[in-house]
Structure formats: C-alpha cells, structure tokens
C-alpha cells in the first residue's frame, strides 16, 4: 500500500509512514502536540520526537459566512503553496485572526512554533527521526531557487517585508550552491539527472566530493543523506500542497521543473549543499566555543539504532542497514546514519544557545519598528494602539430549533425565541456568578464549565494578549473601553451570542510592540547566523554529484 499524503510506498505492517510520518492504513490516529519551532525557546540540544509542523500558523474552522474580525489591512496574507525563501520567513507571517460561530480560538497570538505537528507512536518514525530539524526548523530550511511563478503571491510580500535570498548565504557566484549550469548558451533548459541507478552507484561514486567546507567534506554517501533529508523534511510541512506547487510524487524529480531552468531534483540537491554548509560551519563554530551536546540527547542518539531496528523489524526488512539503505542509498548504514543525526543535533543545539543569547531592549524594538515603519503602516499596525488586554468570557450561543430552516450557506436560521433563550442562560450564570464569590478565579471556573467557545474552554475563557480590532466589534469596544478597569464584567451580544465578560488585565506593551519585538528579534537571529556561515566559504563541483534511487518511493 502507499501513502495517502505523499505517494511512499509502505511495507506491510509499518505503522507510519517512513517520509511523512503519516500514520499507515489501519494506524491508530496520531495525538496532536506542539513542536516548538522558534529555536530561542528551545532547550539547546534536547531532541524532539516530532518530526515537523504543518505550515500554517494555525488552522481554524470556519463557517463561509462568518466575517473575519480582523480588518483585512491588519491581515498578513495567505499561506502561498510555493516553498518560502527561508523556513525563517515561513513562521515571521502575521496570521490571520477570526472568530467562528463554534470556535473562538484565536491564531494570531499563536506563536507559529505553536502548531499541531504529527506525534509519532511509539518507535521513531523512519528519518524524520533526525529530530533536530523539527527543534531547529528556522535553520535548517528548504531554501528556495528564488520565485516560483505559480500566480500565487510570497508570504513575506503579502505582509510588505522585503523579499531576499537567505542572508547567510550572500556569496560570490564561485561559491554560491545555488550555481547550475542548466541552460545553454541560447538560455535554454537542458535536460540532465545526477540519479543514478542504485546497482550502478559504486564505490568511488561515493567517495567523490561534490562540496567543500573548510575541513569538511560532503561526499556522495554523505550527500544521499542530506538530499534525502531535505526531501523528507519538505513533504512532512507541504505534503498536503505538493500538487499545488507541481510536484508529482508519482514521477521522477528530474523529469519536473522546479522553475523555468530548475527541476526539482536541483531544488532539493542544491538546498542539501546548503544546509551541509550551514551544518559545517556552526559546528566549527560550536567547536570553537567548546559546545557539547547535553546527556538527553546523546540517550536520544544512543536510542536511534533500538527504535529504527523496531522499525526495520515491522518493515519486514532483513537488518537495520538494509532499513537505511532503502531510503539513503546502497552505501549507507546505522552507524553512517547516526553520525549525520549528531552533526545536525549539535548545530542545532549550540544555534539555540547562541539566539537564546540575544536580548533586545525597548529602545531598540522601538528604533526597530520605526526603521520599519512603511511596512507596519501597510499592514495597519501603528504606534498609537493602546497597550493589548487580558479578558475571559462565556459564551453562550443561541441554540437553533431542531427543524429550523436554514440559508444560503445552509445554517440554521435562528428565532427571536432562540436568541432571548441564550440571553436567559448568560444572565442566569452571570448572576450565579454574582452570587458567588464573585471573583476571577469563579468567573474561571464557570467558564470551563458553561462556555460554548471550545477555543477558550480548556483556559477558563480566558484570551490573552488581545488588542484592538482583533475581535468582532461589539466585544471589542467593551475590552477597549477608556474607562475599563480591572474586575470590570458585563454582558455583550455579539453575532455569535452572548458573551459573560470579566476584564482581567492590562498588558504591558501594546500590539505594534509585540510585532516589532518578534521581527527584531528574527533579524537578529538571521543576522547571527548569517556571521556564524559566512565566516566560512563552501566550494562545489555539482559534475561530481550522483544522488542515488530511493527504495521507499
């Protein structure tokens, strides 16, 4: 049988997919969790089990009619189905905030980072159990060969950010990975493969070194790994989209063009001798600092050779190597396999002490936002906003009649009586409310207990970090009222109902702050990988590259 998200072929009894990590036909459902892509938060070096996020913020079921509550100049744009310049820009997108009828789960105070992403069970899942490229997603990207044109707009242009080519890799065309010769001199795509079949594939084959960085070396076999990777971590976030972007799982990558002179097999071939020279050179770093991995992730390494013997058992394969060898090629092994694991996990882990080194100070995300301030007004984000709020709230929605008719968007239409039931209910709990101890703790509890907006159940109603224009109109002006104070409660009919409100707080920064502190702090980040790679320079003979066949697709 084959994968249902990306087309890989799946021996019996395997539980999971090997390149995705969707579940396999007859698979339990996954648990959803939460994969931590912003490196800074991240424990330097702890590995993740998950292998990747999907690659939206956040999703959110909503009715057709149901309006956006966020003006649409407040809007970052839509997720494009091309690849971002760099995963970085990927999760710097503003999402989109709305309020549904069945659920007021908000998005854009969700950090990216913050995603369901697909939790394994049990055994690692076959190779994306390089567990780093889920804890340092902002580093080791798919790097794009710049636009696709494909009609759809890039994020970070939807958002008025200044596009650009990953800012660690700014270099002179003799170094540049991204340099092909794949047309002729009339500027003409030429037709070529670097895969060859895997019984063809010898040992000098392997031994040939297509990059160079400093001391280190990326020969074939190593290359296999990497290219491999890049593909694996590609289909686990675009998986769903892949078709979008013109990618057929079904054929030869080679034989499908990228852009007007890539296929994708140059995309993923030239982002692996990126991320090898990405790779290289903040492990040179890190062994300059004296960084070493911590105790839970050298048990994690240790661990990888048990859980993919698991694996390979479940696959029906003969060994472990032979497990490996049918998704990195005939030269590769355990031992080669667990050795590309540690070069990751240390980049990534010693990456992660040096963002979570940065500080920034309110004077320079002030100066920041202000450097800025043409793209921030694009977006309606200004300086004037009043500091973001705390509030909870119970909602209690109007309940339809059992054979109601519906509209156009085949929604029950509610009755006056419907409406005035709902208004009963709110004041029968607010004065319950009332009655009681009357406090936020109370107001929490009753919020678990009675409200009908699930995105805010699970905190007692409580939404933080809330700033103007966020919300549907009505909940909004009371939040922002100039003389709200603390403990403040009332009742508000909005188009979804009626909300029992209890004004929490006052943040300490309103919403542009948190805006500009977030990209600040994301330039930042770039700018201290940037001078961590760009003090090291990569050499490529892309003549010596030979990708070999991949025995799960």
Not at 298 to 318: C, F, H, I, N, P
Not at 363 to 369: C, K, N, P, R, V
Not at 434 to 461: H, I, K, N, R, V
Request: hydrophobic share 35%; proline share 5%.
């Amino acid at each position: 049988m084959k994968c249902t998200k990306c087309g890989a072929q799946l021996e019996p009894g395997m539980q999971t997919c090997p390149l995705c990590g969707a579940p396999g036909e007859g698979a339990e459902s996954l648990e959803q969790t939460a994969v931590e892509t912003p490196v800074e938060e991240t424990a330097a070096g702890t590995p993740a089990e998950e292998p990747t996020a999907e690659p939206t913020a956040q999703t959110v079921e909503e009715p057709v009619e149901q309006p956006t509550v966020e003006p649409a100049a407040k809007a970052a744009g839509e997720t494009d189905a091309q690849p971002p310049e760099t995963e970085a820009e990927a999760t710097d997108a503003q999402p989109v905030e709305s309020f549904a009828r069945e659920s007021f789960e908000k998005t854009a105070d969700t950090p990216a980072g913050d995603a369901p992403a697909k939790k394994q069970t049990g055994r690692v899942a076959l190779f994306a159990a390089v567990a780093v490229l889920a804890v340092a997603v902002l580093v080791f990207a798919v790097t794009s060969l710049g636009k696709k044109d494909n009609g759809a707009e890039n994020p970070a242009d939807a958002t008025g950010e200044t596009t650009s080519e990953n800012a660690a890799l700014n270099t002179t065309d003799e170094t540049d990975p991204t340099a092909m010769n794949n047309v002729d001199q009339a500027g003409n795509f030429i037709e070529h493969s670097y895969t060859v079949a895997n019984d063809a594939f010898t040992e000098e084959d392997a031994a040939a070194v297509v990059a160079t960085c400093g001391d280190a070396q990326l020969t074939n076999s190593r290359l296999s790994y990497y290219y491999w990777q890049q593909y694996y971590n590609f289909m686990s976030i675009y998986g769903s989209y892949a078709s979008m972007m013109g990618l057929d799982t079904t054929k030869p990558l080679s034989e499908q063009m990228y852009d007007d002179t890539h296929t994708w097999e140059d995309f993923f071939l030239q982002s692996a001798v990126r991320t090898f020279w990405q790779t290289e050179a903040i492990n040179a770093a890190a062994e300059e600092a004296g960084y070493v991995l911590d105790s839970e992730t050298e048990d994690y390494l240790a661990s990888l050779t048990d859980a993919m013997t698991q694996e390979a058992e479940a696959g029906e394969y003969a060994s472990v190597d032979e497990y490996i060898q049918a998704a990195y090629g005939p030269h590769s092994t355990m031992d080669s396999y667990t050795a590309f694991a540690r070069e990751m996990m240390t980049a990534s882990g010693y990456l992660s002490t040096v963002y979570g080194s940065i500080e920034l100070t309110d004077d320079e995300i002030s100066a920041y936002f202000d450097e800025n301030a043409a793209n921030y007004a694009a977006q309606n984000i200004a300086k004037d906003d009043p500091n973001m709020v705390n509030v909870r709230h119970i909602l209690i929605a109007p309940q339809a009649d059992e054979n109601a008719e519906t509209d156009e968007n085949g929604q029950p239409v509610l009755t006056e009586q419907n409406w005035t039931n709902a208004q009963m209910k709110a004041d029968e709990i607010y004065k319950m409310w009332q009655e009681g101890d009357a406090t936020e703790e109370t107001f929490a509890a009753l919020a678990t207990e009675y409200t009908e907006d699930p995105g805010s159940m699970s905190t007692g109603g409580l939404y933080e970090e809330v700033y103007p224009g966020q919300m549907v109109q009505e909940f909004n002006d009371w939040c922002f009222d100039e003389a709200r104070q603390v403990g403040d409660t009332g009742i508000v009919k909005t188009s979804y109902g009626y909300h029992i409100m209890y004004f929490s707080g006052v943040c300490d920064h309103p919403y542009w702050y948190k805006v500009a502190q977030g990209d600040c702090l994301t330039a930042r980040q770039q700018q201290a990988l940037a001078d961590i790679v760009n003090a090291t320079t990569v050499e490529v003979d892309y003549s010596k590259a030979k990708l070999t066949e991949n025995g799960l697709l």
